[in-house]
């Protein structure tokens, strides 16, 4: 028996019509959900300053997951079932040379806990973060040296000392002789001239975000407000020392001062002694003044010719545009060819292990960018 037709009532096509706009929005709203999600992720990241050690274990591991297939460290340990704990080692000592025992600086990147999205980065971790935001990332800055010429904690055999200390021959002596080789090649190119030049710089030694929570817009975010964190740690320092050379000027000052007075007693012991009370008041009044100076507007020192730039210095494209993304100029882009005669794979200028990416930003517009790009690209 055959059947006609399928006729279907007006009310009946209302009711698929409602359906089928139901269920669009639905699915709609699911795209749009994820999209806010990743807006919201964003946006709820902070970066702060940290001392904490427990912190650092963690912006380790970050580093660690972030770093396994990195050019550089490839090149250190070709051997990927190591990598892992020679890094861990690595970090820790650069660690302490620049941040424990030296003036660098810890900042941790921090998002909201979420029990849905944290399954697989608290299994990467030895210690999961059970605290409300945890740490999912970080930068390790070293500022200027004390003289402005390059930053600080630029000398090898601290850097030589501690790799001794945690082990890293004993994980692997070709490795440590790799780590050697590269620095002093990176010593040579980079920092001597900076040195030279006298351009003082904030060296952004190590920057990663957990594979996790990377490529949804926080590193973007939270690094901009890294700069601004250095950037008043710096301009703050600037004010204690003008404060410092203000107290010093004072106090030469107030001697000076009070020597003059005591000269004059001693050489007229008849003099009344009204002149030597009137003499210490401008003396306290000189003080008062140098002691106490007008409270200076941080934003005046932008445009300081002497203001240190930030440098990064990146061993990959995606790195090197990760940073230009966030205004840093990019100034060279140096290949890297292992010169240990006694090593097959030592490659020839034109086909290098890997390019070195050396990177710029003027934050407090000091002008010297063309300056930097001379003292890198002179032989």
């Not at 274990?57 to 090149?75: D, G």
């Not at 920057?207 to 710096?234: D, Q, T």
């Not at 009344?272 to 002691?291: E, G, I, Q």
Request: glycine share 6%; with cysteine; net charge positive.
């Amino acid at each position: 028996m055959s059947s006609g037709p399928v006729i279907i009532s007006n009310k009946q096509v209302k009711k698929i019509m409602v359906r089928f706009n139901s269920s669009s929005k639905k699915r709609s709203s699911g795209r749009q959900g994820k999209l806010s999600s990743t807006q919201n992720f964003a946006s709820s990241g902070k970066i702060e300053r940290s001392k904490s050690n427990d912190d650092w274990v963690i912006i380790r591991e970050c580093y660690v997951q972030s770093f396994h297939r990195y050019p550089l460290y490839k090149f250190m340990i070709p051997d990927d079932t190591i990598r892992d704990e020679f890094l861990r080692a690595y970090l820790d000592a650069n660690y302490e040379v620049t941040v424990a025992n030296g003036p660098g600086v810890l900042l941790a990147i921090k998002v909201p806990q979420n029990a849905s999205m944290d399954k697989k980065f608290n299994e990467s971790l030895k210690k999961p973060d059970r605290s409300p935001m945890k740490v999912v990332g970080g930068v390790v800055f070293v500022p200027p040296a004390e003289d402005n010429c390059g930053w600080a904690v630029n000398n090898d055999e601290l850097y030589w000392a501690a790799y001794e200390k945690h082990g890293l021959a004993d994980i692997s002596a070709e490795g440590l002789q790799r780590v050697i080789r590269y620095e002093a090649w990176e010593n040579r190119n980079l920092g001597e001239k900076l040195t030279r030049a006298r351009i003082p710089v904030w060296n952004g030694l190590f920057c990663a975000i957990h594979p996790e929570y990377s490529c949804r817009g926080l590193g973007g975010l939270v690094y901009n407000e890294a700069i601004s964190i250095i950037g008043n740690m710096w301009l703050e320092k600037q004010a204690a020392l003008k404060t410092a050379e203000d107290k010093k000027a004072s106090k030469q000052i107030t001697n000076s001062i009070t020597a003059k007075i005591r000269n004059r007693i001693c050489l007229n012991h008849q003099q009344d002694k009204s002149l030597s009370n009137n003499n210490h008041k401008n003396t306290a009044s000189k003080r008062d003044f140098y002691l106490n100076p007008k409270n200076n507007n941080l934003s005046s020192m932008l445009g300081n010719s002497s203001s240190p730039l930030i440098i990064a210095v990146s061993h990959s494209e995606r790195s090197a545009s990760f940073h230009k993304k966030n205004g840093f100029h990019a100034v060279a882009r140096l290949p890297f060819c292992d010169s240990d005669e006694n090593d097959t794979s030592a490659c020839e200028p034109l086909n290098p292990q890997f390019y070195v990416h050396v990177l710029v930003l003027d934050p407090f517009r000091s002008g010297r960018v063309p300056e930097f790009n001379k003292a890198v690209s002179v032989p």
